[in-house]
């Protein structure tokens, strides 16, 4: 069965320093990736998704993940974070050909002043 | 991304009031979801629809009651719930490549 992991429940950063939330799951098959975002009060938010191709996606708001099948994770990255990025982050993980996401508990993003 | 709507953004029902859920999308997708957001906890899926058929039932009480009577609509009939169902209701859509499109959720409150 899969299943996905956010190892950091809250990660505090200084705001224009680098961020990465770690995210790692578990599947015996081929596997389709997503990172959500979830502002206050609001729904999620499709930030980026690997679902074939190259392992380092690009997504909105100066947002990238790398796929590593070898350790199975999908870390986010961003280089300078902002005020505005403060939110909560969510990793998924949907198996082939199936209409399922598995969403990990998520993280929350601290920007510090 | 405002492809998808619900209504209403807020909701606060006692224990013995009947109310109901709406969620509308305009992406043209054929699947649609409810999801149950809870505080400290991660985001459960509640049921799945595919081409207006029920395809999943995560073991959902009868207090909730979805319907889907076209690719575009989607409802949560709520009754007779508890405050432990006080929660944000997050409905989705996706078309074929499990992408799912959300809307902005409600916010349900259970007196």
């Known amino acids: 069965a899969q299943s996905v992991t956010q190892l950091d429940s809250q990660v505090p950063v200084f705001e224009e320093a680098p961020v990465e939330l770690r995210c790692n799951y578990s599947?015996?098959?081929?596997?389709?990736l997503f990172w959500y975002v979830q502002y206050p009060n609001q729904g999620l938010q499709l930030l980026l998704k690997?679902?074939?191709?190259?392992?380092l996606v690009k997504g909105i708001n100066g947002f990238e993940a790398e796929f590593n099948k070898s350790q199975t994770s999908f870390h986010l990255r961003k280089p300078s974070v902002h005020i505005s990025d403060t939110a909560e982050y969510f990793c998924a993980v949907s198996e082939d050909r199936d209409d399922k996401i598995i969403f990990g508990k998520g993280t929350r993003l601290h920007i510090l002043p | 991304e405002t492809g998808v709507t619900q209504t209403p953004r807020h909701l606060v029902m006692g224990m013995t009031n009947k109310k109901s859920l709406k969620c509308e999308q305009h992406?043209?997708?054929?699947?649609m979801y409810w999801y149950k957001q809870s505080a400290k906890k991660p985001l459960e899926l509640m049921f799945v629809y595919n081409f207006k058929e029920q395809t999943e039932n995560n073991s959902v009480p009868s207090r909730f009651s979805p319907e889907c009577p076209n690719s575009s609509h989607l409802f949560l009939h709520l009754h007779t719930l508890q405050p432990e169902d006080s929660a944000l209701y997050l409905c989705?859509?996706?078309?074929?490549?499990?992408?799912?499109?959300f809307g902005p959720g409600t916010r349900l409150t259970v007196l």
């Open positions: 992406l043209g997708h054929n699947a």
């Open positions: 989705a859509s996706s078309l074929g490549s499990n992408t799912q499109y």
């Open positions: 690997y679902l074939s191709g190259s392992t």
């Open positions: 599947s015996s098959v081929s596997v389709y």
